[in-house]
């Protein structure tokens, strides 16, 4: 079974682009979490989504955004890119809700510059 | 808010040692469970625990889900080289909107 693949690995951006990043969850997943994480900060959850449908959100501005498609993969976007946006996004799916049995992918790193 | 302390922020010990860490909350919590991130790749799940008091074991991997809800503890014995990397607590919220949320982590490195 496939795991959670996350594309790209790598990016670098410069402050006031906007980027895309995208997540395929494990086959039969439909639960899909995105989390920020940055050496000072740790793992911060920016949002989950299930069934097309955001059904959490963390504490980022309105410029993190997300979407899900009926196939169960899902994107960010983050528009307006800032030095601070710099970090690892991962992408974490579960069957249908967050718990234990949450796997992540091996993320994207981000750069701003 | 739902924080999660975590300490050591880091180690640095040598192959052989016992490492402790630990992770506290002002809030209570369900569900504590412990990720392991090697370099570049994502966390993956060392141990859950679901019941206040509960100590559960992984191999050379011991954590306790404290009796009070708001700590969790990870110990592990006889570290070999392939420890390193960084170890997170996580605790599932509830109460509708179900998320993880996480300890800062704590880096270890093993010396040789």
């Known amino acids: 079974k496939a795991g959670v693949t996350q594309t790209p690995r790598y990016l670098i951006k410069t402050r006031g682009q906007q980027v895309t990043l995208s997540c395929s969850p494990i086959?039969?997943?439909?639960?899909v979490s995105w989390y920020q994480q940055t050496p000072g900060q740790g793992l911060q959850f920016l949002f989950e989504?299930?069934?097309?449908?955001?059904?959490n959100k963390g504490n980022f501005p309105g410029r993190f955004s997300g979407r899900q498609f009926s196939n169960s993969r899902s994107e960010m976007n983050v528009s307006t890119l800032e030095l601070g946006d710099s970090a690892l996004y991962l992408c974490?799916?579960?069957?249908?809700?967050?718990?234990?049995?949450?796997?992540f992918g091996s993320g994207t790193q981000l750069s701003v510059l | 808010g739902q924080q999660l302390n975590q300490s050591p922020q880091s180690m640095f010990i040598q192959e052989g040692e016992d490492v402790s860490m630990n992770c506290t909350s002002s809030s209570i919590f369900n569900t504590w469970l412990w990720y392991k991130q090697d370099p570049g790749e994502g966390p993956v799940l060392l141990i859950a625990l679901y019941k206040a008091g509960e100590l559960t074991s992984n191999g050379r991997l011991t954590a306790q889900f404290g009796i009070t809800r708001k700590d969790s503890f990870l110990n592990i014995s006889a570290s070999i080289p392939s420890d390193v990397g960084i170890y997170f607590c996580a605790a599932l919220t509830q109460g509708g909107s179900e998320k993880l949320v996480f300890g800062k982590g704590t880096k270890l490195t093993v010396n040789p």
């Open positions: 989504y299930f069934s097309e449908t955001q059904r």
């Open positions: 086959s039969g997943h439909r639960s």
């Open positions: 974490a799916s579960s069957v249908d809700r967050p718990n234990e049995k949450l796997f």
